[in-house]
Each structure stands twice: as structure tokens, then as C-alpha cells.
């Protein structure tokens, strides 16, 4: 089936620690997004690829970082800078940066 | 700057009761607006959307969303609610032309659905 696989579904952090959300999508799209979602709050753009090797910061990048090596694979890392990490992750993909987006079920991150 | 306002929180309907889940934008140009539907711990699926034409559009499970400029609304509607409904609810705005990246979401609206 096609589609757009997070994991893992929990993530516990420890202090200081970096943790890296994975994103895996077949559906041959070239734009792949990362959001965070806090309750109350919607979602928030962290980061953004149109195309494999590139990649821009969207509202709230920072504490982030992101690689596109792959078509297929768009991971983020929460660094230890992120001092609030604890919320919902979601990752989307999209045919390009004009088309709606497909997201995947998500990752929750909490700290320890 | 560009906002998506979602008034309600939270709303509680019984089941077989009409809904309407508001959305407000403040863009200075016509907008692509979309409906998005989350069900717990789950990602998002796509209701409906409205980039042109028919003001009024068809979406999937039952839904159907109304685009009006004067009001700068784009309000969800469902005539018969479902127990299966019960989700959170979000508008999200990208002014056309923009790209995806460029989208901006409502807070949400939770819905809850009395037997």
C-alpha cells in the first residue's frame, strides 16, 4: 500500500539527548514537510523539502534539524536545544509544493 | 499578516443533529482553503478543498464546505452527524499560488458525539 510511515508511534528523550523521528513515503512525492502539534495550537511548519538535497526552515526550525537524501526519507532530529520537545510530530508529503498533503500518523515525543 | 481563526473550541452535537465548524481568514487575496479531519493520535486526512468555481464543495464522508468572500468564511457543514465524526477538526489557508510550505492551520475544533 502506499503511503507515508512514521515511527516510532512513542518516543521518550532523556536530557540532553538528540532524537531522530523517522518519515518513509512510496508515493514518488518530491515535497515532504515536518509540523509540530501542541494541543490548542494547530500545527506548526518546523521544516520543509520541495526536492531530494535541499530543504528550508519553516516557522519554528529552531532546536531542529532535517536531511533529504533520499527521495523517500525526510528524518528529524530534535536536538538538545529544543528545550520543549514534547508535543506531536507529524510528516507530510505532497506531489509537489502546490498539492494537498498526505500525512502520516505521527510520532509523540515526551521527555523523560 | 495571515490568519485562520477557528471560534469554537469545542463543540458537542447528538448524533443525527445537523453541524456547522466555522472558519474565518484574514488574507488580503482569494485563498485555497481546506477542511482536515484528525482522529486521535492519528495524522490528517483531507475533507474537501475550494480552489475555484462552485462556492459550495463536496467532500468526503457526508461533508460539504461553503466559501464566502464577504464573510471571508469557509464553514464545514454535515446535515447528519455520526458517532464516527468525532474528531478534531481543522481549517488550514495558502493564499494561491503559494506553495504547500506556505500553508497555515486553525487551532482546531474538537468534536464530540452524544449517542
Known amino acids: 500500500d502506499g503511503g507515508i510511515t512514521q515511527s516510532p508511534k512513542y518516543l521518550f528523550r532523556k536530557e540532553g539527548q538528540n532524537v531522530t523521528l523517522s518519515c518513509e513515503q512510496n508515493?514518488?512525492?518530491?515535497?515532504m514537510y515536518w509540523y509540530r502539534q501542541d494541543p490548542g495550537q494547530g500545527l506548526r511548519l518546523i521544516y520543509y523539502s520541495q526536492i531530494v538535497n535541499d530543504f528550508q526552515k519553516g516557522d519554528i526550525a529552531e532546536g531542529y534539524s532535517v536531511s533529504r537524501e533520499k527521495k523517500e526519507s525526510f528524518p528529524l532530529t530534535v536536538t538538545s536545544a529544543q528545550k520543549n520537545p514534547t508535543a506531536f510530530y507529524l510528516c507530510a508529503s505532497s506531489w509537489n509544493s502546490n498539492e494537498k498533503l498526505f500525512f502520516g500518523s505521527g510520532t509523540q515525543l515526551s521527555v523523560l | 499578516a495571515q490568519s485562520v481563526t477557528q471560534p469554537d473550541i469545542h463543540i458537542t452535537v447528538s448524533e443525527g443533529a445537523s453541524l456547522e465548524l466555522r472558519c474565518n481568514y484574514s488574507y488580503g487575496a482569494t485563498p485555497y482553503l481546506f477542511w482536515y479531519v484528525q482522529s486521535p493520535g492519528q495524522g490528517l486526512q483531507l475533507l474537501l478543498k475550494y480552489f475555484s468555481g462552485d462556492t459550495l464543495v463536496q467532500g468526503i464522508k457526508g461533508f460539504e464546505a461553503e466559501f464566502k468572500r464577504s464573510q471571508s468564511s469557509f464553514n464545514l457543514r454535515k446535515p447528519s452527524v455520526h458517532w464516527s465524526d468525532a474528531a478534531e477538526y481543522f481549517c488550514?489557508?495558502?493564499?494561491?499560488?503559494?506553495?504547500?510550505?506556505?500553508?497555515?492551520f486553525g487551532k482546531g475544533t474538537k468534536l464530540s458525539v452524544i449517542p
Open positions: 508515493l514518488n512525492h518530491d515535497a
Open positions: 488550514a489557508v495558502v493564499l494561491s499560488g503559494a506553495g504547500s510550505y506556505q500553508l497555515t
